[in-house]
């Protein structure tokens, strides 16, 4: 069974700081890797996505660094907000190509403090 | 708003009741998905459709069954459910099975008595 492991469980920021959320896949990657944001009573909401071949994607505050040789990834959240405040799921691709499917980490549950 | 919409958003049932969950995507996506979150739980993908066949069915009871009439619409048939099965039943949708960025519906939150 596929997994991706996603670190920490938890995290406390201070309004202004860098919250960074890890996640480690297994399988090959071959399609993109995605992070979803989720408010409570709401459905996950995409949030910035990386292809393989690409080492490092930008938008706005969020950015992900992606390394193919280690199967890691991660979100940096810069001069984070309390509108931040949510849970943070990363996924990577599942199965083999052409099957659409997402393996979730467990998910990170974020707290900016004001 | 996603463009993905589910129906209803919150539903009680016994575990004798006969119930259905909508999703509808105004995406113009080919593939749709059937997904189960429980607390402290990763999200567990149950089914996947594509142009309206089912691709996927990740071992789940047969007491879900899933119905995908055509590629905007995807139902999912309750019947006999157990108390385990209350969670957040999420919908979601991507352009097809050759790019799995996936787009969610605000899922239904299940209880079950």
């Known amino acids: 069974q596929q997994q991706v492991k996603q670190s920490p469980q938890s995290l406390i920021v201070q309004k202004g700081g860098i919250s960074i959320i890890n996640c480690a896949y297994e399988n090959t990657a071959f399609d993109y890797f995605p992070w979803y944001q989720q408010f409570p009573g709401k459905g996950p909401a995409l949030l910035i996505a990386i292809r393989p071949d690409v080492s490092e994607k930008k938008e706005g505050r969020f950015t992900i660094s992606f390394n193919k040789s280690a199967k890691q990834f991660s979100l940096h959240i810069m001069d984070s907000q309390p509108g931040d405040s949510a849970t943070y799921f990363c996924a990577a691709p599942g199965g083999s190509s052409n099957t659409g499917k997402l393996i979730f980490g467990q998910g990170t549950t974020l707290q900016v403090k004001p | 708003e996603t463009g993905v919409t589910q129906t209803p958003r919150h539903l009680v049932m016994g575990m004798t009741n006969k119930k259905s969950l909508k999703c509808e995507q105004h995406l113009g996506h080919n593939a749709m998905y059937w997904y189960k979150q429980s607390a402290k739980k990763p999200l567990e993908l149950m089914f996947v459709y594509n142009f309206k066949e089912q691709t996927e069915n990740n071992s789940v009871p047969s007491r879900f069954s899933p119905e995908c009439p055509n590629s905007s619409h995807l139902f999912l048939h309750l019947h006999t459910l157990q108390p385990e099965d209350s969670a957040l039943y999420l919908c979601?949708?991507?352009?097809?099975?050759?790019?799995?960025?996936?787009?969610f519906g605000a899922g239904t939150r299940l209880s079950v008595l």
């Open positions: 979601a949708s991507s352009p097809g099975l050759n790019k799995n960025i996936q787009y």
